[in-house]
């Protein structure tokens, strides 16, 4: 088993920044992808970012150039920098790892972006 916990959200003014974070703990060893998915009210979960073990990065369309994931494979942690964010950003962001063919999902922190 896997938990995680993330950190980071709030509410911020449209073109501010906010830092996500995101700590697994447990059964940390051999885990490949972590990454960050969204969902707003009313709309599906959609991928904002993921990296691999091997350092591969997608990003959604829709963020590209202004967020920014990292990873810290050592403290088992995975970062999304959010800058420029707009009021379409807001979403409650969960964090996710793959381990062994199976997800791992926290329990989300919400983003709120005001106009």
């Known amino acids: 088993q896997v938990q995680l916990v993330e950190s980071g959200g709030g509410l911020v003014q449209a073109g501010g920044s906010l830092r996500l974070s995101c700590a697994a703990s447990?059964?940390?060893?051999?885990?490949?992808?972590m990454g960050w998915y969204r969902q707003a009210p009313g709309n599906q979960r959609e991928l904002v970012a993921h990296?691999?073990?091997?350092?591969?990065?997608n990003y959604a369309d829709s963020v590209l150039g202004r967020f920014t994931i990292s990873r810290d494979k050592a403290l088992h942690t995975v970062q999304l920098q959010m800058n420029n964010l707009k009021p379409g950003d807001t979403a409650v962001y969960s964090c996710?790892?793959?381990?062994?063919?199976?997800?791992?999902w926290g329990k989300g922190t919400l983003v709120t972006v005001s106009s």
């Open positions: 990296i691999s073990r091997a350092g591969n990065i």
């Open positions: 996710y790892v793959s381990r062994l063919g199976r997800d791992y």
């Open positions: 447990g059964s940390t060893f051999l885990i490949d992808t």
